[in-house]
T-cell receptor, first 113, second 113 residues
Framework: EDKVVQSPLSLVVHEGDTVTLNCSYE??????LLWYKQEKKAPTFLFML????IEKKSGRLSSILDKKELFSILNITATQTGDSAVYLC?????????????FGRGTQLTVWP | EPEVTQTPSHQVTQMGQEVILRCVPI?????FYWYRQILGQKVEFLVS????????KSEIFDDQFSVERPDGSNFTLKIRSTKLEDSAMYFC???????????FGEGSWLTVV
């Protein structure tokens, strides 16, 4: 059973559009939720969220966590072709002392010029 | 910016052969990981390593797999007697002493034929 579920699985937009990517999680003793961007190979770190309602922002990307409803969203405004990637959501199992991450299947974002 | 480096970037091996994938984690990090991603599937945890020993391993990490930190900088994953289903991208990752942010290498793509 998946502990981290992402939606949609894929998304195609045009440059300039705003997108919202969803991640729901079900891990015991929740500690944090992480977003990564995976272009061709390595997942590169975007955000780590630990507290509900506090938006993390980096340029056109922002993310927020809702610990009551057990989900997070990643927003990208004014999308560019360089935003095309798979966006991964992950959370460590609370009982895992060293941060074993459970990943979702990812959202494949394609931005057309 | 410091990064996790992995070699080789791609290896093709015959079924039954042994492979060693190498990683140099970020220098001041203390926790090391191997993850894998079979084509089209989720990123999956294999093993975590701390203080020169395995801390946690998944059900995937059976006797066929082993990890080692042979010196102060390298961290290796050995797969004995490779099987076709071992074909995947193998990611090395590392983490500082504090916090949950895990940084990934570019990956080693293993193809077993």
């Amino acid at each position: 059973e998946d502990k981290v579920v992402q939606s949609p699985l894929s998304l195609v937009v045009h440059e300039g559009d705003t997108v919202t990517l969803n991640c729901s999680y079900e891990v015991t003793n929740f500690r944090s939720l992480l977003w990564y961007k995976q272009e061709k190979k390595a997942p590169t770190f975007l955000f780590m969220l630990t507290s509900s309602g506090i938006e993390k922002k980096s340029g056109r990307l922002s993310s927020i966590l809702d610990k009551k409803e057990l989900f997070s969203i990643l927003n990208i405004t004014a999308t560019q072709t360089g935003d095309s990637a798979v966006y991964l959501c992950a959370s460590p199992e609370g009982g895992s002392t060293l941060g074993r991450l459970y990943f979702g299947r990812g959202t494949q974002l394609t931005v057309w010029p | 910016e410091p990064e996790v480096t992995q070699t080789p970037s791609h290896q093709v091996t015959q079924m039954g052969q042994e492979v060693i994938l190498r990683c140099v984690p970020i220098s001041n990090h203390l926790y090391f990981y191997w993850y894998r991603q079979i084509l089209g599937q989720k990123v999956e945890f294999l093993v975590s390593f701390y203080n020169n020993e395995i801390s946690e391993k998944s059900e995937i990490f059976d006797d066929q797999f082993s990890v080692e930190r042979p010196d102060g900088s390298n961290f290796t994953l050995k797969i004995r007697s490779t099987k076709l289903e071992d074909s995947a991208m193998y990611f090395c990752a590392s983490k500082r002493n504090t916090g949950n942010t895990i940084y990934f290498g570019e990956g080693s793509w293993l193809t077993v034929v």
